[in-house]
């Protein structure tokens, strides 16, 4: 072996430390960066974004930041980068870096599903996506593949104030790994919503996710008849603002009760948002709800693609 030789060697054998990210790219500390980056139709200034592909699919990232670090192959082009996706399920992150800022674009490699062959993925019951889309939407096409949340993974921020583990489906509680969808126009909606409701005096860290993602096989066990919800597509959440930790929505209109007032206040919110044209609001549905015997009052967001209102 000569020296040049031994060295590629040596690179080779190294490179999955050299390629792991190191403390300095942590992502900025702020919600928004001063850059976009665009990827699957989401404009996104989000310190902290997500994203889900098939594996060996090609990602296009549209950005005047550099890609600094990352795993996968990646390549440049005139509008940004390439990243293609390697042939297994998996986690990655891709930094981005420009003006002394750092975005991260966590990426999901999917673990494939077939609907109406796959029933359950790893013994964790799936069911039956309609195959006819919803007047033939492509936002209701049934998915392809789904994250596998393995052990550890529920605390990955996916967003700069959400969590992997907010958004799992509520059946099977304790199997592992679960498996779900998160939607990036969803999160950034989150984000946008979450940052106008602070911005409104309403203190909120994050939302409290009631339901996220579900399963077809749950939401028909709920006794949802639905096959077109937005929950079994990762991109409707429902929330409240739960800062005091008591479980329920806070008295937002202050008048000392909890109420679908208090939950009518934050979906007129978003409803603002909507009409104010906002790059970061995918359109879609906005919901409010009342309590009952086993929750407190919240709304329903979901991106959806049109308009709707209830
Ligand atoms: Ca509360
Ligand atoms: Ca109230």
Same mark, same amino acid.
């Not at 500390?29 to 592909?53: G, H, P």
């Not at 033939?136 to 992997?164: K, N, S, W």
């Given at each position: ?6 060295? *590629? ?16 790219? *942590? /992502? ?26 098939? /594996? ?22 005139? $509008?940004?980068?390439?990243?293609? *996706? ?35 993925? $790893? ?27 393995? /052990? ?6 996916? *967003? ?136 407190? /009052?919240?709304?329903?967001? $979901? ?8």
């Amino acid at each position: 072996m000569n020296t040049l030789h031994f060295f *590629a060697f040596a690179l080779s054998t190294l490179s999955p430390s050299l390629t792991t990210p190191t403390p300095e790219l *942590a /992502p900025s500390s702020t919600t928004r960066v001063e850059f976009d980056i665009a990827y699957q139709n989401v404009s996104s200034d989000l310190s902290i974004n997500s994203a889900t592909v098939m /594996p060996g699919e090609m990602l296009e990232i549209e950005t005047n930041a550099n890609l600094t670090v990352g795993t996968g192959e990646m390549s440049r082009d005139a $509008d940004g980068w390439i990243w293609t *996706a390697p042939d297994t399920p998996g986690h990655h992150q891709l930094y981005f870096q420009s003006g002394g800022e750092t975005a991260l674009l966590n990426v999901f490699v999917l673990t494939p599903f077939e609907n109406g062959e796959d029933v359950s993925l $790893d013994g964790y019951r799936v069911g039956e996506y309609n195959p006819v889309p919803l007047r033939g939407m492509e936002r209701y096409v049934p998915p392809t593949g789904f994250i596998e949340m393995l /052990p550890g993974m529920e605390d990955i921020q996916i *967003a700069p104030h959400f969590r992997l583990g907010q958004f799992i489906c509520k059946q099977q509680p304790g199997h592992d790994p679960t498996f779900l969808l998160v939607d990036p126009h969803m999160l950034l909606k989150l984000e946008t919503l979450l940052t106008a409701a602070n911005d409104r005096g309403w203190e909120a860290d994050t939302f409290f996710v009631m339901s996220g993602f579900r399963t077809p096989f749950y939401n028909a066990a709920i006794g949802n008849t639905t096959t077109s919800s937005r929950h079994l597509f990762g991109d409707a959440a429902d929330i409240y603002i739960d800062q005091d930790g008591d479980g329920v929505m806070d008295d937002l209109n202050g008048d000392g009760r909890i109420t679908r007032e208090d939950a009518a206040e934050l979906a007129a919110l978003a409803a603002e948002i909507a009409d104010s044209g906002s790059d970061h609001w995918h359109s879609g549905g906005i919901g409010i709800y009342s309590a009952n015997a086993v929750h407190g /009052p919240f709304i329903h967001v $979901d991106a959806r693609g049109y308009r709707a209102r209830w």
